[in-house]
């Protein structure tokens, strides 16, 4: 299918789009990024939007910084090819950059951003699990002015953000990596391409053979990627051994609260949110280089 | 319905194909419809017009891009390659002779996708594995051939094209 007729509209600054979608605020207005989402529903009528406010034409919202204290802080505009490709994001963020190729296929990428991706906050999206799991933080920006947003209150439902209808998603910053610390992106999908069905992000952190710290964030189980929090309590101080990560897996299953759809039921996703959880922890901790000697990964 | 103007045909400048053409455009026209029929270059097909085949992928500024999710009047003031500038002075494209060479093709379908795709990866990496090759196509679907062809084809041309 064709488009339904909409006014388009290209700002040249944020100021210029954030004044743009405040006099529209009211009139079913929709960013438009990288259209790797938002363009199917309009082809296919499911999104009708009267306004798309084209972001594509603002230079300043497609950087990629490394600030000083070894996190990263990048646009929202910056296309997941480009990060995928960056050698910054690779040291600095491997989490990330190991999730980026399991984002639909190269041709998305190339025109998909990591802003459209948690923007539009699809419970099974790969971005919105790593931006939990590493407590990014999320720069917003309205009328009001600029506000930051940690990435624990971003995601609100199914496809909806703490993103109002007149402000723009312009930054993610993700804090510095722990020295020596391991992470694993692992998921359950029905090919190459698609979204997840389950998708896990784990970080480890060893000392002598212990856990000092772990990190563990779902997607695809709940509407809004979830942390397992008290799964990743329990495995504070114990040894890392596969019984210990296999009991971590079952309490971060029996946490979660999967909704039914095509491609599993609750029970089917709880299982495999089970099995994937503890193949993160392995890998993030193999990954992991135990600390007391030399720092950095 | 919107009051504001941009709902009217726009003025929009792309050069496709090297050549510049200037027209008045609806902001909903896709850019692959604006090809096909605003400018009448049928070689760039269109499937599932929602992102899926990429039977709709053309170059736009150096990127492969699947066609039917950008607008037209996104590509104003760019550089667009489609599958009809592939050959040059009715040469084929070392891609478009590997893929005639080793059966990539069947219905031809999926092929202007295919070789704009190729194009660009190979540009990226000229000397592929077969495990890249897949990798680097999986934005494009075939219905025919069951890809091995495809993936020997590009192979082939890589081994041209680094000549
Ligand atoms: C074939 C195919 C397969 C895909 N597979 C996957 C997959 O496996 N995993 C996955 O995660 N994604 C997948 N996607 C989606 C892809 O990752 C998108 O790039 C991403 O979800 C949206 O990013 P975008 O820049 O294209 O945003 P758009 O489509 O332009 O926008 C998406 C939504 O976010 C809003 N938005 C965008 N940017 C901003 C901003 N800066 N501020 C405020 N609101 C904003 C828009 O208004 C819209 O509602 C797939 C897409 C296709 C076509
Ligand atoms: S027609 Fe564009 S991807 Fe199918
Ligand atoms: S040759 Fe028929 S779809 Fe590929």
Same mark, same amino acid.
């Given at each position: 299918? #064709? ?26 207005? #929709? ?39 070894? +996190? ?18 690779? $040291?600095? &963020? ?17 025109? @998909? ?31 009001? @002015? ?33 020295? +020596? ?34 990190? !563990? ?6 509407? !809004? ?27 971060? &299953? ?18 495999? &949110?089970?099995?994937?959880?503890? $193949? ?5 901790g193999d990954r992991a280089t135990s600390t007391g000697g030399a720092a950095g990964a | 319905m919107p009051n504001g103007l941009p709902i009217m045909p726009m003025p929009v400048a792309m050069r496709v194909d090297g050549h510049l053409y200037e027209r008045a455009v609806e902001p909903r026209r896709l850019l692959c419809d604006y090809i096909r029929q605003d400018l009448g270059l049928t070689g760039t097909h269109v499937g599932c017009e929602h992102g899926i085949c990429g039977a709709c992928t053309v170059i736009v500024n150096g990127e492969a891009v699947k066609s039917c999710l950008m607008l037209a009047v996104q590509a104003r003031g760019a550089? %667009?390659?489609? %599958?009809? &500038?592939?050959?040059?002075?009715? *040469?084929?494209?070392? =891609? ?35 495990? *890249? !090759? #897949? =990798? ?17 084809? !590009? ?9």
């Amino acid at each position: 299918m #064709k488009p339904a007729p909409f006014c388009y509209h290209a700002p040249a600054s944020v100021a210029e789009a954030i004044s743009l979608l405040r006099d529209l605020r009211d009139e079913d207005a #929709k960013v438009l990024a990288g259209g790797q989402s938002l363009m199917p529903m309009v082809n296919m009528r499911l999104a009708r939007p009267a306004h798309l406010v084209d972001i594509n034409g603002i230079d300043d919202l497609a950087h990629i910084s490394c600030p000083d204290d070894g +996190g990263l802080a990048i646009g929202a505009l910056t296309r997941q090819r480009r990060l995928e490709r960056s050698a910054e994001v690779a $040291r600095r &963020a491997p989490l990330l950059a190991e999730a980026l190729p399991l984002i639909g296929d190269r041709l998305v990428r190339s025109r @998909g951003t990591i802003g459209g991706s948690l923007a539009h906050a699809d419970p099974t999206a790969e971005l919105p699990v790593v931006a939990v799991a590493l407590d990014a933080e999320i720069g917003v920006v309205g009328p009001q @002015g600029a506000r930051p947003v940690p990435s624990s209150q971003f995601f609100v439902s199914v496809l909806t953000t703490a993103v109002e209808v007149d402000e723009l998603l312009v930054e993610v910053r993700l804090p510095p990596a722990t020295p +020596g610390e391991g992470y694993a992106f692992v998921e359950l999908a029905r090919q190459h391409g698609a979204f997840a069905i389950v998708a896990v992000a784990a970080s480890v952190a060893l000392d002598d053979g212990h856990i000092r710290e772990a990190r !563990i964030a779902l997607g695809g189980v709940a509407p !809004i990627p979830v942390r397992a929090w008290e799964a990743e309590e329990a495995l504070r101080g114990q040894p890392f051994i596969p019984e210990t990560l296999a009991r971590a897996a079952e309490m971060t &299953a029996a946490a979660t609260d999967p909704m039914p759809d095509v491609h599993g039921s609750p029970e089917y996703r709880r299982a495999m &949110a089970a099995v994937h959880t503890r $193949r993160a922890l392995q890998l993030a901790g193999d990954r992991a280089t135990s600390t007391g000697g030399a720092a950095g990964a | 319905m919107p009051n504001g103007l941009p709902i009217m045909p726009m003025p929009v400048a792309m050069r496709v194909d090297g050549h510049l053409y200037e027209r008045a455009v609806e902001p909903r026209r896709l850019l692959c419809d604006y090809i096909r029929q605003d400018l009448g270059l049928t070689g760039t097909h269109v499937g599932c017009e929602h992102g899926i085949c990429g039977a709709c992928t053309v170059i736009v500024n150096g990127e492969a891009v699947k066609s039917c999710l950008m607008l037209a009047v996104q590509a104003r003031g760019a550089d %667009v390659q489609t %599958v009809e &500038a592939l050959a040059q002075n009715g *040469q084929l494209h070392p =891609l478009q002779e590997a893929f005639a060479e080793h059966h990539a093709l069947q219905c031809g379908f999926c092929t202007p996708g295919m070789l704009m795709a190729a194009l660009t990866f190979l540009n990226e990496n000229s000397d592929p594995t077969d495990e *890249q !090759i #897949k =990798l680097g196509m999986d934005g494009n679907l075939c219905r025919c051939t069951g890809y091995y062809n495809i993936v020997d084809a !590009i192979r082939a041309a890589a081994r041209m094209m680094r000549v």
